[in-house]
């Protein structure tokens, strides 16, 4: 199965934008990378996802390497309320996740 | 807005007992799941079904059983509670549009086992 690497932590000011990237080597040709954050207490909210080509919606970007191995959600303008954990998965396998602190 | 509820946010049960958490959606979505949450670990998936009284392991299966009698409920069943089951428990359901498929999470009940 598929598997995600992502860093344990980063940190982004308030205002500026927020890259956070994810490493799914092993992902295969026709699965799909997902990205959900989890506020502290509450259950994981969806964000974006995307299968080769970049996507955009009203929270996020996803910007996808052409081999597939890895991807980099950008929130371009990170506000406070943005400080949660970012988890990037393929299938169901979510694994740890990247806590973004956003600092004002 | 898809409404994932689930029956309890904190639970307390003894070591030894049966445990019954409920998790309810109201999209008539046809995939549910549950997951378990602890510190360092992230999620991890326990079962998911994708159709009413269907249901498949996920990666950590042992010590849990689930029940899917109606599209809406889906319940996670611990035959015999014990302390390494402790844990922060998250049901989500889902629509699969073709090989997509958007979860949509619970509050999550957080179990101590005593």
């Known amino acids: 199965d598929a598997k995600t690497t992502q860093p344990t932590s980063m940190d982004c000011a308030e205002g500026r934008a927020a890259n956070l990237p994810c490493n799914h080597s092993?992902?295969?040709?026709?699965?799909?990378v997902y990205w959900y954050r989890q506020i502290h207490s509450q259950g994981p909210q969806y964000i974006i996802h995307?299968?080769?080509n970049n996507e955009t919606n009203e929270m996020a970007s996803l910007i996808i390497t052409e081999d597939r191995k890895s991807s980099t959600l950008i929130l371009p303008h990170a506000t406070l309320r943005d400080t949660a954990v970012y988890y990037c998965?393929?299938?169901?396998?979510f694994g740890k996740g990247t806590l973004l602190t956003v600092n004002p | 807005d898809v409404k994932v509820t689930q029956s309890s946010r904190y639970l307390v049960k003894r070591t030894g007992e049966k445990v019954f958490l409920e998790c309810v959606q109201d999209?008539?979505?046809?995939?549910m799941f549950w997951y378990r949450q602890d510190p360092g670990l992230g999620l991890r998936l326990i079962y998911f079904s994708y159709d009413v009284k269907m249901k498949e392991k996920g990666d950590i299966p042992e010590g849990y059983s689930v029940s899917r009698e109606k599209k809406e409920r889906f319940s996670l069943i611990l035959e015999s509670a014990s302390t390494n089951q402790t844990s922060m428990y998250l049901c989500a359901s889902g629509v699969r549009q073709g090989r997509i498929l958007e979860q949509y999470f619970g509050p999550g009940t957080r179990l101590t086992v005593t």
């Open positions: 998965i393929v299938k169901l396998t």
């Open positions: 999209m008539d979505h046809e995939n």
């Open positions: 092993t992902i295969s040709g026709n699965e799909y």
């Open positions: 995307g299968l080769k």
